[in-house]
């Protein structure tokens, strides 16, 4: 069954109302409801606040990286291993055709019900994980494939074991070895971009966020019990880190915004997965378009103006 979250209740008594005049084959009424939910739809989903997007990129429905994996990657398979020390489920790589284009794809995934998502680790990788992406990357550099990154993560994860194998060098040398990566690279906040956990897999020649996706240095939950100590000042946190898509297209830290389905991926995951997979292709098309020497030095260009200010005259 479909979950709702708070704010789309009135959305979710007019499908269930839809649903029983298609029990009566009442066309009249199905056709108004129709356009009562249109209605209901823009309204809800044209004034959300930060606080309701986090909800959105946290939904349980939403599609995670396998799941457009599925339905975009076509003779799809599965590249397992860092070669060093173990396979991490919580990262998956795939090669595959996407619209006939030859593409590797790396993905943070976060599973689906207890046992997966404890074997997927909630979606934060250990060292190994970034070490198994990092590898794949090389790999699609080699044969000179391009690479779409998706990125869905609250985080790296912080525990013992990943600290005792490297985590900060683990992300730190992604961040440099894809800074350098000699192959067109697209990433794509998906869900949840958190902390260096999603950097790891975010530096490319493109990096774009689904319409109701996150992005942030923190979660909103750390923020306030690091600021104030409180649980219950998580929306303003979520207001103040200035996470969403707009918010990060608007400082200029991403490069665009993909427009997923109006009422939500979690909603329309085909829609979604179309939007994503054209977006890809266009962003494709156009990095096929630069010389070598043109490509790399609009991704250095990009990747230092991140942060960059001028002090304003007195």
């Known amino acids: ?74 003779d799809k398979y599965e590249l397992h291993g860092d ?53 794949v990357a090389k790999m699609a550099e080699k044969f000179n494939l391009p690479l779409l990154m998706l990125i869905d993560t609250p985080g790296a994860y912080p525990g013992l074991g990943a600290e005792e194998r490297n985590q900060s060098e683990a992300i730190a040398r992604n961040l440099l070895e894809l800074a350098e990566l000699d192959t067109p690279s697209v990433s794509i906040v998906i869900g949840e971009g958190g902390s260096g956990g999603a950097l790891a897999i975010g530096v490319a020649d493109k990096l774009a966020m689904m319409r109701y996706s996150v992005f942030s240095v923190i979660s909103p939950e750390g923020c306030a019990a690091i600021l104030w100590n409180d649980p219950a000042k998580v929306e303003a946190a979520t207001n103040a880190l200035k996470i969403t898509s707009e918010d990060l297209k608007e400082l200029g830290l991403i490069d665009d915004v993909i427009d ?55």
């Open 1 to 74: 069954m479909a979950t709702y979250l708070e704010f789309e209740k009135k959305i979710k008594e007019i499908q269930d109302n839809i649903i029983a005049a298609e029990v009566r084959r009442d066309e009249a009424a199905i056709e108004i409801l129709q356009k009562q939910l249109e209605k209901e739809v823009a309204k809800t989903y044209k004034n959300l606040s930060p606080y309701q997007k986090l909800q959105l990129a946290r939904h349980q429905d939403r599609p995670y990286a396998l799941d457009y994996i599925n339905m975009i990657l076509e």
């Open 83 to 135: 070669r060093h020390f173990r396979d991490d489920p919580a990262i998956i790589c795939y090669i595959g055709y996407i619209n006939g284009e030859k593409t590797v794809v790396i993905g943070e995934q976060k599973g689906r019900g207890t046992k997966n998502k404890i074997r997927r680790n909630f979606g934060m990788p250990h060292p190994e994980g970034y070490r198994k992406a990092l590898r």
């Open 260 to 314: 997923e389905p109006l009422i939500g991926a979690h909603r329309d995951k085909e829609g979604a997965a179309n939007a994503l997979k054209n977006y890809y292709l266009e962003q494709l098309q156009e990095l096929k378009g630069l010389s070598k020497e043109e490509r790399m030095q609009k991704r250095y260009e990009k990747l230092t103006q991140v942060g960059a200010f001028k002090e304003a005259s007195k």
